[in-house]
């Protein structure tokens, strides 16, 4: 397996913006550098402060939020409750987040786990925050929103 990356870059950054996911829920966050070589800086959001007010006094600067991939997974409804006819009506798919089995690709979304093989909204990249990423865009394209996370959501 490829070795993954620490958080999200600056462009899958700005992607997970545009589907409203709230700045105050990143983890760390890049900075423009004042010194070559490097164009931006990965940075961590050290414990006891509060990100919200965090990034909200430092908008105008050039701060862009990051997310790791447990921030990331955090935001994330940790179940989706399909209320649709016919087989599916009732089901409950909890999320995953599982390598392929070729150990090559990372597969995130969401899985009826009594059988295991059922699944709904899933995405695949051989980068597993890149895979999250996806699933977020694919949640908000087909509801509009990213429901809230660690809870159950019914669709």
Same mark, same amino acid.
């Given at each position: 397996?490829m070795k993954q990356p620490t958080a999200t870059?600056?462009?899958?950054?700005?992607? *997970?913006?545009?589907?409203?996911?709230?700045?105050? /829920?990143?983890?760390?966050?890049?900075?423009? &550098?004042?010194?070559? %070589? &490097? @164009?931006?800086?990965?940075?961590?959001?050290?414990?006891?402060?509060?990100?919200? #007010?965090? !990034?909200?006094?430092? /908008?105008?600067?050039?701060?862009?939020?990051s997310w790791s991939l447990a921030a990331l997974?955090? *935001? $994330?409804?940790?179940?989706?409750? /399909?209320?649709?006819?016919?087989?599916?009506?009732?089901?409950?798919? +909890?999320?995953?987040? !599982?390598p392929d089995v070729t150990a090559t690709w990372?597969? &995130?979304?969401?899985?009826? #786990? %009594?059988?295991?093989?059922?699944?709904? $909204?899933?995405?695949?990249? #051989?980068?597993?925050? #890149? &895979? *999250?990423?996806? $699933?977020?865009?694919? $949640?908000?394209? @087909?509801?509009?929103?990213?429901? @809230? +996370?660690?809870?159950? !959501?019914?669709?």
């Amino acid at each position: 397996m490829m070795k993954q990356p620490t958080a999200t870059n600056i462009e899958q950054s700005k992607r *997970v913006l545009a589907c409203g996911i709230d700045r105050s /829920t990143a983890d760390m966050y890049f900075s423009k &550098a004042t010194m070559p %070589p &490097a @164009e931006y800086y990965l940075y961590p959001i050290n414990d006891g402060i509060n990100a919200k #007010e965090w !990034f909200s006094v430092r /908008t105008n600067r050039d701060i862009i939020p990051s997310w790791s991939l447990a921030a990331l997974i955090s *935001v $994330l409804p940790s179940t989706i409750t /399909t209320d649709r006819r016919g087989d599916f009506k009732g089901r409950d798919y +909890g999320f995953k987040l !599982f390598p392929d089995v070729t150990a090559t690709w990372w597969l &995130a979304g969401y899985v009826y #786990e %009594p059988e295991n093989d059922y699944k709904y $909204l899933t995405t695949s990249n #051989e980068n597993a925050i #890149e &895979a *999250v990423v996806q $699933l977020i865009e694919t $949640l908000y394209k @087909e509801y509009g929103k990213i429901p @809230e +996370g660690g809870r159950r !959501f019914l669709v």
